[in-house]
């Protein structure tokens, strides 16, 4: 067994923490599936990497066979467990608060969906009993050791003043360093009863009490007939076709139809850290970013990344939320130990220019959470990836996409050199920056890095734009899982 940024091997996991992908490889030690590697990888980043993803927010998981696609298997398809808007976020009593949506805080917190797509994706492909898949989540709860980058992560979380939250979380009030051994007794008992009872213990009964009872309190606007017509969306990925690939993409109500539009505007050799590649693709992007919230998702009233592959052939990724205290909320539910995603609050505004932004009360909300199968047209190969990043996912997907293009190594598609673009310096601008100046950010590497201005973006150069993608991928000559040295992770072939 082989441990690494990136390995070889008919099977494996790649995740953004050594534990969830620890995780996810006795899943498949125990014949379980890609999706339950995939699976139990994200319940132990709920906890490993717990100021950004859990049980309050939201998760997609596409899952696809090996080269899948056209070729008899019926496709690719996906299992959203997309959030929504609560059912009292009305006009009403939004009309008397000052700046809504607001950026933090239970008011806007989301109805979560990410159980409901989680146990979809396990109820068609899972082989190992729901409970567990909970077994590195409970273990890591127990006690697990602060790493380098969750250390930062806490760290931004005290200095965003969420210190009720660490308590309620760690039951300390201050961010551990690095090294430091911390339990969560909270969201274990939470995560436990849901392991034994299954996902209906989130959505009724006593917890969902317990969320509602919290969320009353402390001003969300969660209620119990939020939670219980939460259902998964499952449906096949959306298919599109290049002259060198085809490709399938999380639908709507995910911002990744948008990466197909941006490869469609290069050449398969078109050097994604090249000038040529980047002013073809920048303007394009932010055109289709605006468009996004301008016409909405498409959809009736995205993070933590896995990618795991069995030795069946089925690859699955599961993209879950990245918006909960660190980013997002900064609200812990009562003494649940649940996060909750912000979505309510950064995917939507009352901007009458931007209509498909508008909330809607019991609506799907628009994501972020972005995943790709590709295929080469000569089935010299295939990959499957995702990355966390916000509005930046859908750019960094399409420089992934055509570095498998260009045949470039697994190291290379998920560590390149990577660029974005963005409103107002924000990098999760969308839509509280549309109207704004758009800059461009580029690592070392990026072949304008160090000039002024790109396509009429003025260039900001820093050291690290942040990510963390996670993929497998399948040549003539063999099969690799690989993770992105930027978010910590590692990948493990079995």
């Not at 441990?3 to 091997?9: L, P």
């Not at 953004?16 to 498949?28: F, I, M």
Request: hydrophobic share 40%; aromatic share 6%.
């Amino acid at each position: 067994m082989k441990i690494d940024a990136s390995v070889t091997g008919s099977a494996g996991v790649a995740s953004g923490h050594p534990l969830a992908t620890e995780a996810g490889t006795e899943a498949l030690l125990a014949d379980g599936s890609a999706v339950d590697a995939a699976l139990a990888a994200a319940f132990t980043q709920w906890v490993v990497n717990a100021p950004q993803s859990g049980p309050g927010g939201e998760m997609v998981a596409r899952v696809a066979s090996a080269g899948s696609g056209d070729g008899g298997d019926g496709g690719v398809q996906v299992y959203g467990g997309w959030s929504r808007v609560p059912l009292a976020t009305d006009s009403d009593n939004r009309a008397d608060r000052e700046g809504w949506p607001p950026s933090s805080g239970p008011r806007n917190a989301v109805v979560p969906g990410s159980l409901r797509g989680a146990e979809a994706a396990w109820e068609a492909h899972g082989r190992l009993d729901w409970a567990d898949l909970f077994s590195g989540a409970l273990t890591a709860a127990a006690g697990h050791t602060v790493t380098a980058r969750m250390a930062d992560v806490y760290e931004k979380v005290e200095s965003r003043g969420h210190t009720e939250a660490l308590q309620r979380m760690l039951g300390r009030d201050r961010a551990p360093r690095i090294g430091a051994t911390i339990r969560m007794p909270r969201l274990a008992a939470t995560l436990e009863l849901i392991a034994q009872q299954g996902p209906d213990a989130f959505y009724r009964g006593p917890l969902a009490d317990r969320l509602v009872a919290a969320a009353e309190a402390e001003g969300a606007a969660l209620r119990h007939d939020d939670l219980a017509a939460v259902e998964a969306a499952v449906e096949p990925a959306l298919r599109f076709e290049l002259d060198d690939i085809m490709g399938w993409l999380t639908p709507a109500p995910s911002q990744a139809p948008i990466t197909a539009e941006l490869l469609a505007a290069v050449a398969p050799d078109t050097d994604p850290a090249s000038r040529e590649f980047a002013e073809a693709v920048a303007p394009l992007t932010e055109q289709q970013l605006t468009q996004f919230c301008v016409r909405g998702p498409a959809r009736p009233a995205g993070t933590a990344v896995t990618t795991a592959l069995d030795r069946h052939g089925l690859s699955a990724t599961v993209v879950h939320s990245l918006a909960g205290v660190q980013f997002g909320t900064g609200w812990v539910a009562g003494d649940t130990g649940v996060a909750f995603s912000n979505r309510v609050g950064t995917a939507l505004s009352d901007r009458p220019d931007l209509p498909g932004c508008n909330p809607l009360p019991g609506a799907v909300l628009p994501h972020t959470l972005s995943a790709a199968h590709v295929r080469r047209h000569d089935d010299s190969g295939w990959m499957t990836i995702a990355t966390p990043g916000g509005d930046r996912q859908v750019q960094w997907l399409a420089q992934a996409i055509q570095r498998f293009r260009r045949g470039a190594d697994p190291d290379e598609i998920v560590a390149g050199a990577r660029w974005f673009v963005c409103p107002s310096g924000d990098r999760f601008g969308v839509p509280a920056g549309i109207g704004q100046p758009w800059y461009a950010f580029a690592e070392p590497g990026i072949a304008w890095h160090d000039t002024a201005a790109m396509a009429g973006y003025e260039v900001r150069p820093t050291a690290n734009v942040g990510g963390g993608l996670q993929a497998a991928i399948s040549t003539n000559q063999d099969t690799s899982l690989a993770s992105d040295p930027r978010s910590g992770g590692t990948a493990r072939a079995i």
